[in-house]
């Protein structure tokens, strides 16, 4: 079982929409969560990260199940930009060492006119 | 502005060569790590260095090797002993070893033939 899973997609939606994309991880012990944004050929760029409490930013919510040990993500009234691939991420334990990230393969989305 | 830089973008070289990819940051970070990203993959951590004069081996460290002289700079070199070494390789820093959020470099597409 891969530590950090995601459903690579691609997940094909109107603008307007709203879409959400789940990731699993493995490691129960693991602390801090985000999401990143990979334009096509590009390098990640940090979305947001996730706390226990769920956060939004925007069109953008992200939330944290521990309990099932799954982090989400929604992305509400989706556009044309909105098109990439989401990276799930997750620190691998409780270390605090920022070597420990462990990345999914991404979720990639596609926004239609 | 601050910020880190790869280069070559683009990078070919033939079998058994030895190749170095340059890593730059101007952001006084104390991290700097090296990923690599193959299709329908996500980021796999090389190596990482927490402090100048010192470095980690990632997870798939075999066939690579790093230095750390100075704080700005985290030189990757691919050796002929990497077996697979056409890749997408991104270079990344944070604040300190302890902070999650990664700035990324443009990456560097290295193809061995």
């Known amino acids: 079982r891969k530590e950090v899973e995601q459903d690579p997609g691609p997940f094909n939606v109107p603008e307007g929409a709203t879409v959400a994309f789940n990731c699993t991880y493995s490691n129960s012990a693991s602390q801090s969560f985000f999401w990143y944004r990979q334009d096509c050929r590009k390098e990640p760029k940090l979305l947001m990260s996730?706390?226990?409490s769920g956060n939004e930013d925007g069109r953008f919510t992200a939330q944290l199940n521990r309990a099932s040990q799954y982090i989400s993500l929604l992305i509400r009234d989706s556009k044309l930009s909105d098109s990439a691939t989401y990276l799930c991420v997750v620190n691998r334990g409780s270390s605090s060492n920022t070597g420990k990230l462990i990345f999914g393969q991404g979720t990639t989305l596609q926004v239609k006119p | 502005d601050g910020g880190i830089t790869q280069s070559p973008k683009y990078l070919f070289r033939k079998e058994g060569q030895n190749v170095t990819l340059s890593c730059e940051q101007n952001l006084n970070h104390d991290a700097m790590y090296w990923y690599r990203q193959d299709p329908g993959q996500g980021l796999r951590l090389i190596y990482y260095s927490q402090i100048v004069n010192d470095f980690q081996k990632g997870d798939i460290a075999e066939g690579y090797s790093v230095s750390r002289e100075k704080k700005e700079s985290f030189p990757l070199t691919v050796t002929s002993a990497q077996k697979n070494p056409t890749a997408f390789y991104l270079c990344?820093?944070?604040?300190?070893?302890?902070?999650?959020?990664?700035?990324f470099g443009n990456g560097t597409r290295l193809t061995v033939t």
């Open positions: 990344a820093s944070s604040l300190s070893p302890g902070q999650n959020w990664l700035h």
């Open positions: 996730v706390y226990s």
